[in-house]
């Protein structure tokens, strides 16, 4: 129970959102920048309603590049993020630092309602935002937002859940939501099961007494989850993911997610050694210091043989090595494995049942959300594994803390708390660090993306430029800054049409520097007649412009680009362009294999800025619009495509070219 | 507990009869594209003088059918219409080596320009296996690409001393 000096919600929120502030400027400050990180590659572009179709019976990457499974929400939040943010990628990144924030102070939220003190819910708070397994798994890396956005719906259902334990109508909502989450990411399935096994957890631990109507209520979770199984093996006809692992290999896989999260469990067996040492020395304080006691002696003998398996990882301190022994890693390890066996010991010695029931329900949240990771096991879905640890390690802390000593004793026992979490924030740094644009590893998968024929070619050459400017120790540049993207785009037409030309799909979007004011293009369609003409729009806000082909002749389409909050959010003008009359060359002609959509011929012939203006056709092509007053003209960037921009000065129509559309592959 | 049973089994009779409403009546279905008739613009792997179509019948019962002799790939390209969904039924019309003891393998891909994957699998082993002589039913549900043009792959795979014959019997896209 809370005494009375618990402070009101109010002023526990803007507590925990302080403390959750300091851990994540900690952590992040200066660690997160510019750029996108491999998948994000892929993943920030706009989404067509063909593919925003698809994800709901099919991959939740409709280009193929990914492996296989069924996210239908996590793909509607990309595009969501797309439209909202384009390439801003400080945008993005701000929200994930903000979405971390809200998940720090839920946990904090979380702990206060199961009866923590103030101190030790906001110790969960600060380990939570500053926990070293977080910047993979749901800050730094941008794809990983699905993470973020599961993390904030199952902490959001861990809320809702301590509020409706008794009421099973209140178990609606729960449902509603483990649902949703299961469509963001698939080891979402774990919720349900979790929250039916906390509340029993619960009711065995605390005495609570399990709901009303329980039998439905457990009926009901099992079917739920059956059927949501049954739904993604039926939507994607397989399993999916990365196929059936050996026993072996799924052992390992479930007993790297527990040790990762749980201890931090270091990767080098020499500093595995100094964890072991560091936790041996804890116990045998811990015993020396309750010494024998008759109705304690079971505890005692565990105590005695953990310490003694753990001797058991001390052999290789003594290896040879070519790095430092005491790595944050190593410490961040010593300390996790040392509070929680030296709290969990506690609170048995003490029958304190508060304090053990949230360690183990921390611990729960571990083994469940880990099972689906027999599977596979990767280090960056460890996010809600890293909840359930948090809970652990501060249902320990909360232990220690209810340990009767002098005042002087306490402040001095908080303080050595307090060092001793330093590894925490510290390790975590260096893991947001390995995302900087200029990261060796970034920098080594920026090779691999690059390849991905979604990734447009401007993209590519901004990729090239910013692997120059980290060689010369010069910051990338924003991608805000790139003159013009356009998704939906082929470098070329479908066989029989002049090469050198770009043609759209049926769709496009056209991303332009923000102080864009006017966008001109020259369209054309060679087989477009009065009887059968093709109409192609251009949006942009509020403005639209349609222009309708009927002949071969080329057309100019302009569009009036105006400033406004989306515009600001994306720090870049977005032109939509929809294609009616587009042709697919396969159905066109049995023999090709070519089975893209084509709408029109395309090249941008001018783009205005507000302050100057940048010509992209030959002079005889002026715009049939009252222009501002030529300003001085703007050498293409180096990240403009060589001719890509030039508009040939004759109607080409050139032999045929057949470029097979290639497969793509990725990663297993 | 008797509002909760009402409201279960009121979902479970609606389940069931949405289930009755869509399910059982493929041959009832609207076909949308007759394969039989593009099969002049298909692509035949490994050469057009593998392939015949004629009329076959098995256990009495008489199909418009591609037949191909061996391992072969017959590709159609398909703009799927909503709702859409491939029906084949696919069988091993004795041929004059009937005697052959091993097995004949259908398989039904779909590429859409960058990804191909399998989508359905059919063995048929007819010497051995009495079941195997009927027509077999195939169905694969085309939703995932609505509106879109794919390439509707269909291959047959013959192991050694297989059946040498394989018919693709009314292969169609239906609307459901």
């Excluded at chain 1, 790297?256 to 964890?275: D, H």
């Excluded at chain 1, 220690?400 to 740094?429: E, K, S």
Aim: glycine share 8%; aromatic share 8%.
């Amino acid at each position: 129970m809370m005494s009375r000096r618990t402070p009101s919600a109010f002023t526990f929120t803007i507590c925990a959102a302080l403390v959750a502030a300091i851990g994540i400027a900690v952590v992040y400050a200066g660690q997160i920048d510019v750029g996108l990180y491999y998948d994000d590659y892929h993943f920030v572009r706009p989404l067509f309603p063909l593919d925003l179709h698809r994800v709901w019976f099919g991959s939740w990457d409709p280009a193929g590049i990914e492996s296989v499974f069924y996210r239908p929400l996590t793909a509607y939040l990309f595009a969501g993020r797309f439209w909202l943010f384009g390439l801003n990628t400080t945008a993005m990144h701000a929200v994930s630092i903000a979405g971390h924030a809200l998940c720090a102070v839920m946990v904090g939220w979380f702990l206060r309602r199961e009866g923590s003190g103030t101190g030790i819910a906001l110790l969960g708070v600060l380990l939570y935002a500053a926990h070293p397994s977080l910047p993979q798994a749901q800050v730094s890396w941008l794809t990983n937002q699905m993470h973020l956005t599961e993390s904030l719906m199952v902490l959001l259902t861990l809320l809702t859940w301590q509020g409706s334990r008794e009421r099973p109508l209140l178990w609606l909502p729960i449902a509603v939501l483990a649902i949703a989450i299961f469509l963001v990411k698939e080891d979402g399935l774990m919720l349900l099961p979790s929250l039916v096994l906390l509340t029993a957890l619960r009711s065995v631990i605390l005495g609570t007494g399990l709901p009303r109507r329980w039998p439905l209520l457990l009926g009901s979770g099992v079917a739920l989850c059956g059927a949501l199984v049954a739904l993604r093996f039926e939507r994607l006809g397989r399993l999916g993911g990365y196929g059936v692992p050996t026993l072996a290999t799924g052992y390992a896989n479930f007993t790297k997610g527990i040790g990762a999260t749980l201890f931090l469990w270091p990767t080098r067996t020499p500093w595995q050694a100094v964890a072991s040492g560091m936790a041996i020395l804890a116990i045998a304080v811990g015993l020396a210091l309750g010494r024998w006691r008759h109705n304690r002696r079971l505890l005692f003998v565990s105590g005695l043989g953990l310490a003694i398996a753990l001797c058991f990882n001390l052999p290789p301190i003594s290896f040879p090595r070519s790095y430092p022994l005491f790595a944050w890693q190593a410490l961040a390890s010593g300390v996790a494995i040392s509070t929680l066996v030296i709290g969990a010991g506690v609170a048995l010695w003490r029958a304190d049942r508060q304090s053990l029931f949230v360690i183990t329900a921390g611990c729960l949240l571990v083994l469940a959300f880990n099972t689906p990771f027999v599977l596979v096991s990767k280090r960056e879905q460890y996010h809600l594994l890293t909840l359930g640890g948090v809970l652990a390690l501060a249902g320990a802390a909360q232990a220690l803390a209810t340990i009767p000593v002098r005042p002087t004793a306490r402040i001095v026992l908080v303080l050595l708390l307090v060092a001793a979490l330093l590894p925490f924030p510290l390790l975590a740094r260096s893991q947001a660090a390995a995302f900087l644009p200029c990261a060796a590893n970034v920098l080594e998968l920026d090779k691999e993306a690059r390849g991905w024929w979604v990734v447009p070619e401007e993209l590519r050459h901004w990729m090239d430029d910013k692997a120059n400017r980290c060689r010369d120790n010069a910051r990338p540049t924003p991608l805000t800054d790139i003159p013009q993207l356009a998704w939906g785009v082929y470098p070329e037409g479908p066989a029989g049409t002049p090469s050198g030309t770009r043609w759209t799909s049926d769709r496009a979007v056209f991303l332009l520097k923000r102080d864009a004011t006017v966008f001109s293009l020259a369209l054309r369609r060679s087989d477009a007649t009065s009887s059968q003409p093709v109409r192609v729009t251009l949006r942009s806000g509020t403005s639209s412009v349609t222009i309708l082909l009927d002949s071969d002749e080329k057309k100019y389409a302009t569009l009036r680009l105006r400033p406004g909050l989306l515009v600001t959010l994306r720090q870049n003008q977005r032109v939509d362009m929809t294609v009616d009359g587009w042709f697919v060359p396969a159905v066109r002609d049995p023999r090709s294999s070519d089975l893209r959509r084509f709408g029109v011929a395309f090249d941008v012939v001018e783009i205005h800025y507000s302050h100057q203006r940048q010509t992209m056709s030959p002079s005889s092509m002026a715009l049939p619009i009252s222009a501002p007053a030529p300003a001085p003209m703007i050498v293409p960037s180096v990240f403009d495509p060589p001719g890509a921009m030039m508009l040939p000065s004759t109607p080409p129509l050139m032999p045929p070219m057949i470029r097979p559309v290639v497969p793509s592959s990725r990663r297993q | 507990v008797t509002r909760y049973t009402r409201y279960l089994v009121a979902a479970s009779v609606a389940v069931l009869a949405g289930q009755g409403a869509c399910g059982s009546r493929v041959d009832d279905v609207p076909i949308a594209i007759d394969l039989v008739h593009q099969y002049q613009d298909a692509k035949k792997q490994p050469s057009a003088a593998s392939f015949a179509v004629s009329d076959v019948t098995i256990e009495g019962q008489t199909k418009s059918s591609i037949v191909s002799r061996g391992s072969t790939r017959l590709t159609f390209h398909v703009t799927v219409p909503v709702r859409g969904r491939f029906r084949v039924f696919v069988a091993s019309p004795p041929g004059p080596s009937a005697e052959n003891a091993g097995s004949i393998l259908f398989l039904v891909g779909i590429s859409d320009g960058h990804t191909y994957r399998d989508v359905q699998s059919r063995e048929l082993s007819p010497r051995t296996r009495p079941s195997d002589r009927h027509w077999l039913d195939v169905s694969v549900d085309l939703a995932e690409y609505e509106n879109m043009t794919i390439d509707l792959i269909l291959n047959v795979r013959v192991s050694d001393g297989g059946p040498e014959l394989a018919a693709w019997g009314s292969p169609a896209v239906v609307t459901r």
